[in-house]
């Protein structure tokens, strides 16, 4: 079988050792390559030490999804070599560090053992304890070079894109490239079966995490105050806003048109957030799952007073402190009905990086359009990875929608002003800034209150609102993104999902209509639900709900929101931590449909 | 309930303020406290301030948490935007609000409970921050709203109205804020009027964290015998230490003083404060002996009170942060938004 541009192959080292750069290095080649490929660091919850990999699936066909199934594996860290060597597919191949010998127990007949002196190689070639050890993870991305064939040329140019201030830093880099590529050319019969050949798939790509483009998206929507709390695996948001603004928002006299807060928790994060909102400014925060759980009590006094706020929340592993470098969608249920009392929230699950920059743009014009919070549900996969992605696109005519906010001219010419009164009918009232007019003064409280503005006990009034509220919520079903259907004639099965699991559900459907089980595709892209959702499920007679958490959350959202018959609904699930795999769909749609038969 | 609106009458004899308005122009609605509660006569001083300083309304938001002290905002300045947040997270609100518009007027009503309970963690991270803000405690040593329990500054000692003693330690906002490198730290007494005035004025024209702790007696669950925040208590108690004035920007200042022993502290926006020393070994600039000093008179059962201490370096968020001059609201978008070139341009880095 040709495995020519199909393979996979991890590499297993330990934090804090410069295995990053290298791991970096060998990604951006193959994607300078033209060749599809996915990159998912699994790391621990450590700075220094302990073991961490990082996986490369190369597909020509495009599927990005994660695959357990390695062909090769780079085996560096001698904490882990039990596991690593398992995980290796029959037939595959090892490398190892041949400067010591491998343990006898860890040998397989059925995989090829590939030996390069790494640390021997390198502590000949360079000097100083750090230099060696950084050298010898570049080192085996060229012997890797040799050994799948990747484009010397693009690796040399690489680093000189990356060191070309550093001379000397280059020239080591390039040596160490050199010292392995030319062990394995004198060593082994390179390139191997599996072995990359260039296309030409990636020209109108980018290589972007869904952080960095959420930020982007941030910036481009006019965001001017950020407030967070640190947290894995949302920080990288917030550096790279902070970066694109060093960049972008900084006036001739050295003044920053933006505004970061670090607050002193995830409570004070979102206060922060909701009182920039609530002044007039385009805020937002991001954070994980703990944090939301932290922020609560705010969303719903911004819910309730109905104050725009924008929330990121790259979702990890839970519950409590769960596995906070592992990806999860644990918090589906809790993000569309955060805080207490009634409460219900729009919410946009992106599938990748590009649409975590898209989406981060429509939060704000929702969150403005319908006075509330809007929620941006990432996850780790999707944040912290490098994912191939179409070039992100701008349109110079987007202004934002800042949503029905009363100017001072307005409120000059206006008889009355009432916060909270239905004008137009749509559930949407007029909302005014501190400090336009002496007209505009309102009281903004989350006790309860009647549509003048007033506090109120009374309870035809206080129904009043909330039941406004309701509706104002409800209608943004049309704005949010719609759902993306692929569906056929005839087809009763469908496969419905969301966010990262895209790759994982594209793929399998593939799979699967190559079995002869035909299945039309819908992803949810935003909450509340829109009628085209329940009219998706309503028209199969099997949907296989796929997600990434333990208590199929989706499937309850769909339950509960569209009133599909719960027979409808069939659980397919992964949720132990990484990035789902087509063969999780397969499988779960396969046992589900053996179980009907 | 708070939302009483008041009858619009006003005699024409009413005098004006250097913009037109009188008193009752900064008035809000009819208070719902209990009579004679002394949050409400911190109110009256609020709007005797902001009248003689002359601030449009309309230009102050006004935010609070959760709490009878919290309640009052509606009591004063009806063209005020406010903000009755949650419980001890006001200081959140208004460190977001500020940052995006920091030419607002901002003042922060909290209490006891709210500020030094379940909210200490905001107000100390709002005071080392340096929002400009005017932050008042209204300090009363007890939950009202909840009938009654003792709150953190609550002193050790002191008797709650069934008899029960307080065995903890109190938390003085003032030491707190002083620790924590607050820039304005003064205290006072819901019943001095004339003291509270001028201290509010000089808090608001501080650019920077104004920490202002009123002691102001809860008459229906903390004005009994055994109490420590009482009326009766804090009246003996209560020592004078700094007298403060605050002179207007442009306006000179004026002889009516004595010369011996005042000190004047030029604010941001030009302003003077006046600081007369009643206490002679007292120095409201040193904030090591400020604290020292505060320590010293409550071995000795005293409350000082005054401006306690002013710094005359008081970088706020604003100045930190770097931001632009003008108010992030007002920013147009398009020079919020570098435009697809620039995308395009960006992306090279992500090839």
Redesign the interface.
């Known amino acids: 079988m040709d495995r020519t541009n199909d393979f996979a192959f991890k590499i297993a080292t330990a934090n804090g050792t410069g295995s990053a750069s290298a791991n970096g290095l060998i990604m951006q080649a193959i ?2 390559m033209g060749i599809p490929v996915t990159g998912k660091n699994v790391f621990p919850s450590n700075i220094q030490g302990l073991p961490t990999w990082y996986e490369i699936r190369v597909n020509k066909d495009g599927y990005t999804a994660r695959t357990p199934y390695f062909d090769l594996m780079v085996a560096l860290n001698a904490a882990t070599y039990v596991k690593d060597v398992a995980e290796v597919r029959p037939g595959g191949y090892l490398l190892f560090d041949s400067s010591w010998p491998l343990d006898d127990k860890l040998h397989r007949p059925d995989i090829t053992y590939l030996g390069v002196p790494l640390a021997e190689m390198c502590n000949a070639a360079f000097t100083g304890v750090r230099e060696r050890i950084l050298m010898k993870n570049i080192a085996y991305a060229g012997a890797l070079a040799a050994l799948l064939q990747i484009d010397t040329a693009i690796i040399r140019i690489l680093l000189k894109e990356k060191f070309g201030k550093k001379p000397a830093l280059m020239d080591s880099n390039q040596k160490a490239v050199d010292v392995g590529y030319d062990y394995a050319t004198q060593t082994f019969s390179c390139p191997l079966p599996i072995r990359l050949q260039p296309m030409d798939l990636n020209k109108d790509a ?3 995490d869904g952080n ?1 483009s959420a930020a ?1 998206g941030c ?4 965001a ?2 950020a ?1 967070w709390y640190p947290i894995t695996p949302s920080t990288s948001l917030m550096d790279a806003f902070r970066g694109f603004c060093q960049k ?2 900084v ?1 001739a006299q ?8 670090q ?3 995830e ?15 385009r ?1 937002f925060t991001s954070t994980a799952g703990p944090g939301i759980s932290l922020m609560s ?2 969303i719903g ?1 911004a819910y309730y ?1 109905e104050v725009p706020a924008v929330i990121f929340n790259v979702q990890r592993t839970g519950p409590s402190t769960g596995m906070p470098t592992r990806t999860q969608q644990g918090d589906l249920m809790m993000c569309a009905y955060a805080s207490h009392g009634d409460t219900r929230h729009i919410c946009l699950y992106p599938a990748d990086p590009r649409e975590a920059f898209e989406f981060a743009v429509k939060a704000f014009d929702l969150a403005e359009r319908f006075q509330t919070p809007v929620f941006v549900l990432s996850d780790l996969d999707i944040g912290m990875n490098d994912w191939v992605v179409p ?6 005519g ?3 929608d800042r949503g029905k906010v009363l100017s001072a001219e307005e409120l000059e010419s206006a008889k009355t002003f009432y916060r909270y009164l239905d004008v137009d009918g749509d559930g949407i009232p007029y909302r ?7 007209k ?8 309860g209150h009647n549509r003048f503005g ?4 009374d309870a035809d009034e206080y129904t009043d609102v909330v039941d406004r509220i309701d509706r104002k919520i409800q209608r943004a079903s049309k704005a949010v993104p719609a759902p993306l259907v692929q569906a056929k004639p005839g087809h009763k099965l469908g496969l419905v999902t969301i966010g990262g699991c895209h790759g994982a559900c594209a793929e399998a459907m593939d799979v699967l209509a190559r079995d002869g089980i035909g299945i039309d595709y819908m992803r949810v892209r935003g909450f509340p639900f829109g009628d085209d959702v329940s009219d998706f499920l309503e028209a199969h007679d099997i949907n296989f709900i796929v997600e990434q958490n333990r208590d199929a959350q989706l499937r309850s959202l769909l339950l509960l929101e569209t009133g599909v018959a719960i027979e409808k609904l069939a659980s397919v699930r992964y949720y132990g931590g990484f990035p789902m795999s087509a063969h999780h769909v397969i499988a779960g749609v396969k046992a589900k449909l053996e179980k009907a038969a | 309930m708070t939302f009483l609106p008041k009858p619009k009458v006003h005699h024409p004899a009413l005098p004006k303020n250097a913009i037109g308005l009188t008193r009752r122009d900064y008035e809000g609605t009819i208070t719902t406290l209990c009579a004679g509660c002394g949050h409400d006569s911190i109110t009256a001083a609020i709007i005797q301030a902001f009248w003689e300083l002359a601030i449009a309304p309309h230009r102050v938001a006004k935010l609070s948490g959760i709490g009878c002290s919290s309640k009052t905002p509606a009591y004063f300045l009806k063209e005020a935007h406010g903000f009755n947040g949650v419980h001890g997270r006001m200081p959140a609100l208004v460190t977001g609000a500020n940052a995006a518009n920091s030419e607002i007027t901002y003042i922060g009503i909290s209490g006891d409970g709210d500020s030094l309970s379940i909210g200490i963690g905001h107000l100390s991270h709002a005071i080392r921050r340096n929002v400009n803000l005017l932050y008042i405690l209204e300090n009363n040593g007890v939950y009202g709203l909840t009938k009654g329990q003792f709150s953190a500054s609550a002193d050790r000692g002191s008797l709650s109205k069934k008899g029960e003693a307080n065995t903890m330690e109190a938390i003085d906002g003032c030491l707190l804020a002083l620790t924590l490198g607050a820039t304005f730290v003064a205290r006072s007494f819901s019943g001095d009027k004339a003291q509270l005035v001028p201290i509010i004025k000089a808090g608001i024209a501080h650019r920077g964290f104004a920490f202002v702790d009123v002691i102001s007696p809860c008459v229906t669950f903390n004005d009994h015998e055994g109490s420590m925040k009482s009326y009766a208590y804090t009246r003996e108690h209560n020592v004078e230490i700094v007298r403060a004035d605050f002179v207007p920007p442009a306006k000179e200042i004026t002889t009516e003083y004595e010369p011996g022993g005042v000190r004047s502290v030029m604010l941001h926006d030009g302003g003077w404060v006046r600081l007369r020393k009643v206490a002679e070994d007292y120095d409201p600039t040193d904030r090591d002996r400020a604290y020292a000093y505060i320590r010293e008179r409550q071995r000795e059962g005293e409350i000082v009170t005054g401006l306690l201490f002013l710094s005359a370096e008081s970088r706020d968020l604003h100045d930190q942060s770097n931001t632009v001059p003008a108010a992030l609201t007002t920013m147009p978008y398009e020079q919020l938004c570098p435009g697809s070139a620039e995308l395009e341009r960006l992306q090279q880095r992500f090839r």
């Open positions: 994607f300078r980018i290589l972007i960095t982007l910036v481009y929507a006019g001017t105050v407030a972008f928002r006036d050295g003044k920053h048109k933006f505004a970061i807060l607050a002193e928790d409570l004070a994060a979102i206060g922060m957030v909701v009182g920039a909102g609530w002044a007039g400014a805020a009590e705010f006094l007073g070039k992100l696109t701008w349109d110079d987007y202004r934002p005014t800034l501190p400090g336009t007019h002496p505009g003064a309102y009281f903004t409280r989350g006790s007033g506090y109120t006990e």
